[in-house]
């Protein structure tokens, strides 16, 4: 199973600063031992929001909107995608990156091909 980790951007990340350096090795080390371990698929940062735009649909109307972007605590700050057995394995390698961030990650299941069969449990509460 995929499940994407996601970290929030802060402060710092949305005035383009970078990291404390003992916080982009704690990061660079969990990323690493996910690739030893096997699981991950890919990890990236992104861009403060100023650099970025949203874009809406509606009514056939498209609305383009220039970053940034007012909640800081909305925004994602970098993600990261691994393949692993459980929802706890991933959510483990989640607490490894919130405690190198000192912040709160994000654990969400990535939707695969076989989620659409009839007796998936994707859409089900």
Do not use: C
Request: no cysteine; proline share 2%.
């Amino acid at each position: 199973m995929r499940y994407m980790i996601i970290n929030k951007a802060d402060e710092n990340t949305e005035a383009g600063r970078m990291v404390r350096q003992e916080v982009a090795e704690g990061v660079g080390k969990v990323v690493e031992d996910l690739s030893k371990a096997g699981v991950l698929l890919f990890a990236e940062g992104v861009h403060r929001s100023s650099l970025g735009a949203r874009v809406k649909v509606a009514g056939g109307k498209r609305t383009v909107t220039d970053g940034p972007f007012a909640e800081t605590k909305e925004l994602i700050g970098g993600i990261i995608v691994v393949d692993v057995r459980t929802k706890d394995e991933a959510v483990e390698w989640a607490a490894r990156l919130a405690e190198a961030l000192d912040g709160e990650i994000e654990v969400r299941r990535v939707v695969e091909e076989a989620d659409f069969a009839p007796d998936s449990d994707l859409f089900q509460n």
